[in-house]
Every structure is written in C-alpha cells, then in structure tokens.
Nanobody, 117 residues
Framework: VQLQASGGGSVQAGGSLRLSCAAS????????MGWYRQTPGSSRLLVAG???????TYADSMKGRLTISRDNAKNTMDLQMLSLKPEDTAMYFC????????????WGQGTLVTVSS
C-alpha cells in the first residue's frame, strides 16, 4: 500500500487548508484511513479518521474545525481544516489500516502545515 499526501502549506491564523491522501497498491483490505500530526520531539497524534463505511473520529483539540471525507471509488481521503491556529502547525501524515481501528502500518510521506499568527 502506498499513500501520497498533498495539500499542506502556509496560512495565517483563521485560514483553512485541505489535505488529500491518495492510496494505491494492494488496497483491497484497507478499512480505516486517518490523518496524524507530529511536531518536533513529539509523537504522532491522530487528528481525524474515517472507516470504509464512513464512521468518523476527531481529536478533541480540533473537533469542530475538521471535516474528513473519503471517496472509496477513487481511493482518496480528504481533510478540510478550518479556523487554523498557530498550534496546528505540524507535519501531517496520512495513515491506513486493514481494520477499523487507527494505527495501521501504512504511512504517507507527510505534508507540512504552517499557521502563522
């Protein structure tokens, strides 16, 4: 399974960004897909995820500002982020798992989100 992330960039506080993740390869058994973020010296934390049947989960710190969506026919996943804050600055990684739970073994290359005040 290969995951290709895109859509990061630099925005001012209050701005928005849309991240995309395209899956390819042996994706027949992929169920959960999600976005994690990581800052230097910290672990990767799940910010949003979605299962094959559309069940979503969001981190409390970003709930209300995120919308995750998925196109199973195109094998893509998007994350719309609104009202971004400087503390949202991080490298964002897409992730895929074969079950319905997060933390699968497949990772994209990461895309940097920078929010300035």
């Amino acid at each position: 399974v290969q995951l290709q992330a895109s859509g990061g960039g630099s925005v001012q506080a209050g701005g928005s960004l849309r991240l995309s993740c395209a899956a390819s390869g042996n994706i027949n058994n992929i169920n959960f897909m999600g976005w994690y973020r990581q800052t230097p010296g910290s672990s990767r934390l799940l910010v949003a995820g979605i299962t094959l049947n559309g069940k979503t989960t969001y981190a409390d710190s970003m709930k209300g500002r995120l919308t995750i969506s998925r196109d199973n026919a195109k094998n893509t996943m998007d994350l719309q982020m609104l009202s971004l804050k400087p503390e949202d600055t991080a490298m964002y990684f897409c992730n895929a798992a074969q079950g319905e739970r997060p933390g699968g073994p497949y990772w994209g290359q990461g895309t940097l989100v920078t929010v300035s005040s």
